[in-house]
Structure formats: C-alpha cells, structure tokens
C-alpha cells in the first residue's frame, strides 16, 4: 500500500512536467503563434489586441499557470480552425481511438501469448524458429506500410473489406454490428502487430526462464501433469505479461497516427494530424496532454495491478 | 559489421577473461541469421553510397506520358511514380536520406544519452535525481506521440526531424546507462582503484567506460530498427523530408493515392524500410544474443 501511495506522489511532478512539455510546444514553434489566425493584412492593431486576447504578451510561468488551471478545470481552449471547445474535439475522437487500440491490443495479445509459449516450450526447435520470427517481423515492420499493404490486398485486389473511415455514414455513431465492424478489421489487424511481437518476445523469454526453474523440475519430480505444470507456468507469466499488455496500449494510444493517417479513422492521431498541418496550436497542446496523461495514469494502474497479482513485488 | 567488432575490441571489460569480445565474435560469426542480415545491410549501404554511379536513370527526370508504369515496363524495371519517375533510381538514391535519418540519430543519442547517464550513475546523489527526473518526463511520453510532437511543432525537414528523433532516444539510452554505471560504480575494482588514489575523471575512463559502453551499445543497436521506421515514418506524414528529394517514407507518401492503379509499386517503398529495419533487428538480435545479455 505504502508502495502505491510513492507511487502516485511520484506521479505528480511528473505529471506537472509532462503539462510543462505541452504547453512550451507553442513557444518552441518558429514564427508568430498567431499566425494561423490572423489575416495576412492584419493592422498592428489587431495583432496587439489578439497577442493580449490569447495570454502572449504575459510572462511565461504566468501562461502556463493560468493555462494549467483552466486545464485541471477541463478547458483546454477553443480549436482555432474549427472554433470548437478542444476537450469536445479530444474526447470524441479519444473514445474512436481507444475503440481501436484496445481491440488491436486484445488481438495481438491473444497471438502474442500463443507464438511465445509456443517458441518458449519448444525453446530451439522448428517451432520456436518460426514463432520467433513471426515475432520479429511484428516488430520490424512499418506498420503504415503494413496497413497499405493490407488495403490493396484485401480492399483494392480482394474487395472483401472497406479501405478508410469508420463506418458507414462517415465517423458517425458507432455500433458493434458488421456494417461497423468491418471498417475496424484493417486497422486493428495492422496495429495488432507491434503489440503481438513484443508481447510473443517478452513471454518466450520468461517461459523459458520459468522451465529452466528448479521448481518445475520438482513439480514435475511429484508427479504433476503437464497441464499443472503449465498452469504454475501461466501463474508466473501473467503479471509481466498482463503490465506488457497495459503498457503496449498507453503506446498504441499514443502512436496511432500514422494508423489513422492511412486509414483515416477518426481518432487522436488524425486529430493531431490536422492539428499540426493547420498550426492549431490550443488543439495540438490539448491532444498530446490528454494523451500523456492517459499514458501516465496508465502506467500507474499497471503497477497497481501487478502489484496486487503478484505480492512478490516489493520494489523500491 | 565491420563497426560492430570494432567497437567490441575498444570496449574491452576488466573483469572477464581476455578472450570475450572474440568470443562475442566469433559466436556471431557462426549465427547465420544475423549474417544474413548484416550483409544485406552491407549491399543497403553500398548501393544507398554508389547510387549516384549506379542509378540506371536520372531519378528527378519526371515524364507526364510515364506516370505510374509498373513494375517490369520497357526501361523501368520497378515502374515509375506518380510523376513519371523511375523507381529503381529513387529507391536505390532514397536509401540515402533514409539510412542516414535512421542511424544518426541513435548515434547521436548513444553519444549524448550514455555521457548523461554514466554522470547520473557515477555521481549517484542530487545529481542523479535531478537527471532522471527530467528524463522520466521525456519517458512519460510515448515514443512515437513524442517524435510527432516535436516535429510537428518545428516544422517538416530534415534538421527538425533528426532532432526530435535523438530527443525520443535520448532518455531511453540514459536510463540503460545509468542503471549499468550504477552496478558498475559498486563493484570491488571501483573501490580499489578509488582507494589507491585514482580521480573520478581517471575511474571512469579507465573502469567505467570499459564495462558499460558495450551494453548501452547492444541496447542502441536494438533501437536503429525503431529509428528507421519512425524516421521514415515522419517524412510519410510530411514532417519529415521534403519533396522532390526521393526518401523512402517520403515516396510511400506521395504514392499512396497510387495504390488503386499501380499498388504494388506503390507498396515497394515500405518494402524496402521494412528490410532494412528487420535487418538491423536480426543483426542486433544476434550480438544480444552472441553477448548472453537478457531481455
């Protein structure tokens, strides 16, 4: 317990570090922050009243105060190009990526787990070689590529599935009917990949560890079956590779923009795309924030978690 | 590869038999796979360094006529693009920018993460808390959200890119150095030589860096992967690269809407990232591996 609470007070300046980052992002931009929403002819006028209306002509730790404190109240400014609150912007397209994320982690996932007890069972066989490999290849390849390479095959050559958007009638409501689900397949299959060969890494190396164990060998000394001698495996596996789990999808939350660029689903990272292409600053602030800080909280629920699987864990 | 052994002989370890890093070799030598991978990593590298000899057509020379041939048209072996332009020679000069957008910054990051991490870990202290604070914001982030900010923010072209890149790699190498100089620094040797009157800046160059710069090396190789599909990554977004400077990242961006007259040309950009990349994953497989060092 007294492990969490570190944990959580640990969190926080890190937290406060991670809002720092976001926010300096606009002043670390070349040229005039305002200079998507001024008019090329605009009058010094103009410009003034604006660089007062938006908080720039003050001192830097004065912004980022009041700037934080209106975040921690959830206003995170208005989007310039589409003058809309950005927590609306965030959180609609938030909800399109995690939909994505969590059902591309549980994908990779479930084949992660199967290639690496495969490979860490038969450690050096035929087996393991291609497990492995496959293993490799997931984390190799570019997945955007891979994603292009999945829609000619199976929108262009095939026809089986829809190349882009997330349904129907464009970003739409979303249900979990076929017509909905169909536009999910491509994109969660592409982003499965890096998590299921990480995932098939990080288990064939503890497999393997866990069978070379003197434990086993007395389990197995006593009798056991295999069967029980593989559920005292999985009991050992399951709190490293439930955190990778945790962990991988803070990371496909967070990396999914050059999915979404290529399929155009309409989550974050699509959101940030446009967000940088536009130079709209408040959106692009807002988005990596959130996302940051998902990343964060994420982290921190997968240490709570593992500590309370395995009580093992005492760490420091 | 050539690099590889000799980084090995410099960084020679103390405490283990004299013979290690040959041995290192050698077992790498006899892993077929990884020697596999480095040799097509050597013919990447010499064709992206002789292009400008070997490239069978002027790769800017664009044709309105020719646009979107495919692969195995009269004169074009692998097509051309959406203007027109021969594949062969983009791919084959392309290689360039992009090996060099994804080596460089794991180099740069090796050189500036381990000097910060081995100062963390030797110094021990306020020193390190400070640094591994400040890196623990830069981790707080993900990998790929970081890169994108940053040089979203920047603006596209090479220099921003490069940068932001070797900013996402900078912490992740000063962790791993950190926590190996730690071990390092509490070994018997350390204290030996500190008792026999050697100064800090003697210590680490002669017993520190011996023992973590291989380690921080294998981990870094391991990340050259990652920097070849990001950094290409980045130029396929538009933040990287600018046209009509042929990158591969860069030439699967511009093909992209291509993928419905000529895909499988337009797919042969991404081929070429993803052989490069699972060649530098395979060689850096092998010298983990070769060096018995766990995942």
């Not at chain 1, 490999?133 to 570019?142: A, Q, R, Y």
């Not at chain 2, 309105?64 to 791919?91: A, C, H, N, Q, V």
């Not at chain 2, 509490?186 to 800090?200: C, W, Y």
Request: net charge neutral; with cysteine.
């Amino acid at each position: 317990m007294t492990y969490l609470l570190r944990r959580i007070v640990y969190a926080l300046p890190i937290l406060l570090g991670v809002a720092l980052l976001c926010f300096s992002l606009v002043h670390i931009a070349p040229g005039d922050p305002l200079v998507s929403v001024l008019p090329p002819d605009a009058s010094e006028e103009l410009r003034l009243q604006l660089t007062a209306l938006y908080g720039f002509d003050k001192p830097f730790l004065e912004q980022f105060i009041h700037w934080l404190v209106r975040a921690l109240h959830g206003d995170l400014g208005t989007s310039i190009a589409t003058n809309r609150p950005v927590m609306a912007e965030v959180s609609k397209a938030v909800i399109n990526s995690i939909r994505l994320a969590t059902v591309a982690t549980l994908i990779g996932f479930t084949f992660g787990c199967l290639f690496g007890f495969v490979a860490g069972y038969m450690r050096d066989s035929v087996s393991d070689r291609v497990a492995s490999f496959i293993s490799v290849l997931g984390v190799s390849i570019p997945h955007y590529w891979l994603g292009m390479v999945l829609v000619i095959a199976f929108s262009v050559v095939l026809g089986w599935l829809p190349a882009t958007g997330a349904g129907p009638g464009g970003s739409g409501d979303w249900t979990w009917d076929w017509e909905h689900i169909q536009y999910l397949i491509l994109p969660a299959v592409t982003m499965s990949v890096i998590p299921m060969g990480i995932v098939a890494r990080t288990i064939r190396a503890l497999v393997a560890e866990i069978l070379s164990n003197e434990f086993i060998v007395g389990l197995r000394a006593r009798g056991l079956s295999d069967i029980a001698v593989f559920r005292h495996v999985v009991k050992n596996v399951a709190p490293t590779a439930l955190s990778v789990m945790g962990l991988q999808l803070g990371y496909l939350l967070g990396g999914s923009i050059l999915i979404e660029t290529v399929f155009s689903w309409p989550g974050t990272g699509f959101l940030l795309n446009a967000a940088i292409f536009q130079r709209d600053f408040p959106l692009l602030q807002g988005t990596i924030l959130i996302l940051a800080v998902f990343f964060v909280m994420l982290n921190l629920v997968v240490d709570a978690l593992q500590t309370l699987f395995d009580p093992r864990i005492q760490r420091n | 590869m050539e690099m590889t052994l000799n980084k090995g002989v410099a960084a020679l370890p103390v405490e283990r038999s004299p013979g290690y890093w040959s041995t290192v070799g050698r077992r790498l030598l006899r892993n077929k796979l990884a020697m596999f991978a480095a040799l097509i990593l050597l013919a990447l590298i010499v064709m992206a360094i002789f292009a400008p000899a070997l490239m069978p057509a002027d790769p800017y020379a664009s044709s309105i006529l020719k646009r979107l041939k495919p692969i195995g048209f009269e004169g074009y072996p692998l097509g051309t693009d959406e203007l027109g332009r021969d594949m062969l020679s983009r791919l084959m000069l392309g290689g360039r920018l992009s090996l060099f957008m994804g080596i460089t910054p794991v180099l740069l990051a090796f050189v500036i993460g381990s000097a910060i991490g081995i100062v963390a870990g030797y110094a021990g202290g306020w020193t390190n808390t400070v640094i591994m604070r400040l890196t623990d914001v830069l981790y707080a982030f993900p990998s790929v959200l970081l890169a994108i900010a940053l040089s979203g923010t920047l603006g596209a072209g090479v220099g921003n890119a490069l940068l932001s890149l070797t900013i996402v790699f900078i912490p992740q190498i000063v962790r791993v150095a950190e926590s190996v100089t730690t071990q390092v620094r509490n070994r018997e040797f350390v204290d030996a030589a500190r008792a026999s009157g050697a100064s800090s800046l003697t210590i680490v160059r002669a017993h520190v860096l011996n023992n973590v710069l291989g380690p921080i090396f294998v981990y870094a190789t391991s990340l050259i992967s990652v920097s070849m599909i990001l950094a290409s990554g980045l130029s396929f977004l538009g933040l990287g690269v600018k046209p009509p400077e042929p990158e591969w990242g860069l030439m699967l961006n511009t093909l992209r809407t291509a993928i419905y007259t000529q895909p499988w040309v337009a797919a042969l950009p991404g081929a070429m990232i993803f052989l490069t990349s699972i060649s530098f994953n395979l060689l850096a497989d092998g010298i983990r591996s070769a060096m018995e060092i766990k995942e």
